[in-house]
């Protein structure tokens, strides 16, 4: 369809004959419209399908969804993982639990104890060794018993303070880097879940819909087609004789069969070369045959935008004459 309307667009052109009548256009085109196909990168079954063709959808309402069964649960499960890599990160920044603590200062206290009576002890023995009523055998084993009571005490007080001191740096950094990785892997899930029930990127007609709830999808199969008013131009053949006139930044005035009055548009782009010309040898009286692609966006309007497909005549909205 587009290519017989761009043969009679670019025929008028060349002849030079309007599409309707009042003054000769500066070109003859159509509306073309730039759709975009929106489809899920995952394959799967067409779980709902929440627009329907020829109606108007908003910015970010719904489009449709492929079967997300599989991708809930591999969510829950990374956020489950996500979880328990926090837990273990805070359990590394903490010291031991209270009853762990209780345990060390009991056993801090027994060897408190024990050295206060191996302290006695010593001090007895010295004093009977002193006065020969005791061996030097005995007073060399509490000397033993005081030094190694001694010890156990340090080592309850090292234990204690150990206790609340957090995991090595080395840990910690290790913990964080866990965290890192489960709450990336998280954010991919959540975007894999978004993207099997894209919505609109804009405000936008259905044009079409290609799949019915219940049919298998391939992956990157467009499911709905949308046409944004914005994403409307119109691909206009200005002759050769006339290219001058048609810069990229020129005000239009558009004209159509049926369309109200005062559509307008502006130029965007001109070809570099042209299209659909006559045999190689270009002779002055040919010249005037050569055509080339121009492409507008016409303007915002109150009503609907342009049908796709609608021929169109335009004009140097300046040499309009109030048409």
Not at 162 to 190: F, G
Not at 284 to 296: D, I, N, P, Q, T
Request: hydrophobic share 45%.
């Amino acid at each position: 369809m587009s290519g017989l309307l761009e043969w009679l667009a670019m025929l008028a052109a060349t002849l030079g004959l309007p599409l309707a009548g009042g003054p000769p256009p500066l070109a003859h085109g159509y509306v073309e419209g730039e759709y975009l196909r929106i489809a899920a990168p995952a394959a799967g079954t067409l779980e709902s399908l929440s627009v329907a063709r020829g109606t108007q959808v908003a910015a970010g309402a719904p489009l449709f969804a492929i079967d997300r069964t599989a991708a809930r649960a591999e969510r829950d499960r990374l956020a489950a993982a996500l979880a328990q890599a926090r837990a273990e990160r805070a359990d590394l920044a903490t010291g031991r639990r209270p009853q762990e603590v209780a345990v060390l200062v009991s056993q801090k206290a027994q060897a408190e104890a024990a050295l206060r009576y191996s302290t006695a002890e010593l001090a007895r023995q010295t004093q009977l060794t002193a006065r020969r009523v005791s061996s030097p055998d005995k007073l060399d084993q509490a000397r033993a018993a005081y030094d190694r009571d001694l010890g156990r005490l340090a080592e309850a007080e090292a234990q204690l303070a150990v206790a609340a001191l957090p995991a090595r740096d080395e840990q910690r950094r290790a913990a964080d880097q866990a965290v890192m990785q489960a709450e990336a892997a998280l954010v991919q899930a959540e975007r894999r879940l978004a993207d099997l029930a894209p919505t609109a990127p804009a405000g936008a007609l259905v044009d079409d819909t290609l799949y019915n709830p219940g049919e298998w999808v391939p992956a990157g199969s467009p499911v709905v087609s949308l046409l944004p008013p914005e994403r409307v131009k119109l691909v206009l053949f200005v002759p050769e004789t006339a290219l001058a006139r048609a810069v990229p930044g020129t005000d239009l005035a558009i004209g159509c069969d049926g369309c109200p009055p005062g559509l307008s548009a502006r130029i965007l782009r001109v070809a570099s070369q042209a299209e659909y010309t006559p045999p190689v040898i270009y002779s002055v009286g040919s010249r005037g045959k050569l055509v080339f692609r121009v492409e507008a966006r016409p303007a915002a309007t109150p009503g609907p935008p342009l049908n796709p497909g609608l021929p169109v005549d335009a004009w140097i909205a300046a040499e309009d004459g109030g048409r």
